[in-house]
């Protein structure tokens, strides 16, 4: 595997992040309930405060994958509610150009070891049916189908499988 640094975005990040979210939604849009059209219209303002962790509700962990000062992968964690004890995961993306080197593999170990510091007991996703890839690497990492099938957005023909993942109390190491 490639040395890939995980980082946490900030605020500083939100043109990163931008550029990355944009050509996640481009390059997979059948994967995420948003589309490329819908956030390219964002503000700088809106790309700013959604990495503004301190004046959040819900606890998050939006990451970065890195490969020499590139971003290549994507993936954010959010407690939405304390009492819930689950944590989500939501715009989970891999470059093409780094797909199949364990990136999506470190996204999901740092939001799964997050997940377990924070003491939740579940972590769940929701994955559209036909991109099989994800759906292995999740059943790999013990998550399981959760529910019924549901639409992947307004319109669209494509399901998504919620999927759910019970931690255990030891927390596996963040790389």
Same mark, same amino acid.
């Given at each position: 595997?490639?040395?890939?640094?995980?980082?946490?975005?900030?605020?500083?990040?939100?043109?990163?992040?931008? $550029?990355?979210?944009? !050509?996640?939604?481009? &390059?997979?849009?059948?994967?995420?309930?948003?589309?490329?059209?819908? =956030?390219?219209?964002?503000?700088?303002? $809106?790309?700013?405060? !959604?990495?503004?962790? &301190?004046?959040?509700?819900?606890?998050?962990?939006?990451?970065?994958? =890195?490969?020499?000062?590139?971003?290549?992968?994507?993936?954010?964690?959010?407690?939405?509610?304390?009492?819930?004890?689950?944590?989500?995961?939501?715009?989970?993306?891999?470059?093409?150009?780094?797909?199949g080197q364990g990136v999506g593999s470190l996204l999901l170990k740092n939001i799964i070891a997050w997940s377990n510091e924070l003491n939740l007991d579940y972590v769940s996703l929701a994955v559209t049916t036909i991109n099989k890839t994800a759906v292995e690497l999740y059943k790999a990492y013990g998550f399981e189908a959760d529910g019924a099938l549901e639409d992947l957005r307004e319109g669209s023909e494509l399901l998504v499988q919620p999927m759910k993942l019970k931690l255990c109390a030891i927390a596996p190491n963040r790389n």
């Open positions: 595997m490639s040395n890939f640094n995980i980082r946490t975005l900030n605020q500083n990040d939100w043109s990163t992040y931008r $550029e990355l979210r944009l !050509r996640s939604l481009q &390059d997979s849009p059948d994967s995420f309930g948003s589309s490329y059209e819908k =956030e390219f219209c964002f503000s700088r303002d $809106e790309w700013a405060s !959604r990495l503004d962790l &301190d004046n959040m509700v819900e606890s998050a962990l939006p990451l970065i994958a =890195e490969l020499n000062g590139v971003a290549v992968g994507l993936a954010w964690g959010i407690q939405h509610n304390p009492q819930d004890k689950t944590a989500h995961i939501y715009q989970m993306w891999v470059s093409p150009n780094a797909r």
